[in-house]
Every structure is written in structure tokens, then in C-alpha cells.
């Protein structure tokens, strides 16, 4: 395909977890205070950093705000409204936050009492820093990029399709925001990595969503070649 004047260093990460500094939530009531007022990196670790997370294994829900009301609180009809969130679907994190926030005082004008938890179960609120590797890999390339897909890491899928939402400017992931730069886009290929529902995926999930959305590209490229010569 074509080459662009910058080529794309894929990187890796891991993430170390750490308490947030805020006092764990025993009932519903205090886990709507303590959300409303917790370091905003802490709604996102509890949102967004779960996959790439080693301890995250409840496959039900993709949040930690939906499985603790589920699992601990025993409230199905609470968890179920916090795991449909998209996090991705809010223009940024405070909305994110205003939107659980509402959701927790409507459970509590239903409920006929405040859903308490035993001692041991408390939501504690964490939050994570982001640890950065240099794989020393390039891509020049769309198609080099489709092709060593396969080989890619699932962590440096997230750091690349999923944190880099934070970074980019307008909310892409690095793989879109690097071939938008290309004299000539490969449009077929970034449609189709921006036509992927991946928040609701597991990385073994996504890693096949986006190989598949890249197989007609790759075939298309082919045709293309032969085209031409």
C-alpha cells in the first residue's frame, strides 16, 4: 500500500494498581458519595483499565461498579444498569461520572432500604499508572500493519486501540490516528477498525474483531496489485 513519512513504533504496556485514597463504600449510599468524589483516574481504572487488569475475571459484567452491586450487594436490577455503560460513549469522564452517579440515586428512590455489605466485601476504589514498553517494532505501512496483526501482543492492543483513547485528540485509537496521516488513507481499513463495538470485547475478542475487520482490506490490496501491474 502506501508509505507513510512517519512509521508507527508499536509499543507494550502493563499497569500497577494502587489504592485511590479514598475510603471504601460499605452501601449503596456510600458508594454514590464516594464515586461523586473520587480522582477521576479512578472511575476510569474501574471503567476502562479492567481488561489489561490480572484480577479482572467476571466475564457478566465489564465494570467493577456493576459487579460489586451484583456479587456483593446482591442487586441484579443495579448491576445491570451500570454494565450496559459504554464508557467510550461520553465526551469525557465527568460524564461518565455525572451518568453513574444519577443511575446509583434512582436505585435509591426504589429501594425501601440502603443495601448494606458485611465487613470484608467494601468497594475499595483503585486507580492505576500505566508502565510503557518499547517492543523496537515498526510499521510502514497499512498493509505491514494488517499482516503482523496476528503477532501482536493483547497488552499492546489495549495500549494501542483501547488506552489511546485518552491520548488522541479526537477520541481514535493509534492505528487510525497514524494512517489518517497518509498522503493516500486507506479508507477501507479505517472504516473498518472504527466500525468495531470493542468495549463490551474481551482482548482475545478484540484481537479476532480486528483481525476480521482487516481481511477485506488485505484482499482488496491483493487485487489491487495485480491490478496494476
Avoid at 495500549?159 to 496521516?181: P, Q, S, V
Avoid at 476480521?212 to 496494476?228: G, H, S, V, Y
Amino acid at each position: 500500500m502506501n508509505n507513510t513519512e512517519e512509521s508507527f513504533r508499536l509499543k507494550d504496556c502493563t499497569i500497577i494498581v494502587r489504592m485511590a485514597g479514598v475510603d471504601p463504600a460499605i452501601n449503596l449510599r456510600e458508594l454514590r458519595e464516594r464515586i461523586a468524589a473520587c480522582p477521576i483516574d479512578s472511575v476510569y481504572h474501574h471503567f476502562c483499565e479492567t481488561l489489561i487488569r490480572p484480577s479482572f475475571d467476571y466475564p457478566d459484567f465489564r465494570n467493577d461498579f456493576a459487579i460489586w452491586a451484583f456479587r456483593n450487594l446482591r442487586d441484579r436490577v443495579l448491576a445491570e444498569r451500570l454494565g450496559i455503560i459504554n464508557p467510550y460513549s461520553f465526551g469525557d469522564l465527568e460524564q461518565l461520572r455525572f451518568r453513574v452517579v444519577e443511575i446509583i440515586d434512582e436505585r435509591l428512590d426504589e429501594v425501601h432500604y440502603i443495601p448494606w455489605v458485611p465487613k470484608g466485601e467494601e468497594f475499595r476504589f483503585l486507580r492505576a499508572a500505566t508502565i510503557v514498553f518499547d517492543t523496537g517494532i515498526d510499521f510502514h505501512s497499512a498493509g505491514e500493519f494488517v499482516r503482523q496483526l496476528p503477532n501482536l501482543s493483547h497488552s499492546s492492543l489495549y495500549y494501542h486501540f483501547l488506552e489511546a483513547r485518552r491520548r488522541t485528540g479526537d477520541g481514535t485509537d493509534d492505528f487510525t490516528a497514524w494512517m489518517i496521516k497518509f498522503k493516500k488513507q486507506p479508507t477501507r481499513l479505517i472504516k473498518a477498525l472504527a466500525g468495531i463495538d470493542f468495549y463490551f470485547l474481551s482482548l482475545i475478542e478484540l484481537k479476532t474483531a480486528i483481525y476480521n475487520a482487516t481481511l477485506n482490506f488485505e484482499k482488496q490490496e491483493k487485487r489491487d496489485a495485480r491490478l496494476t501491474r
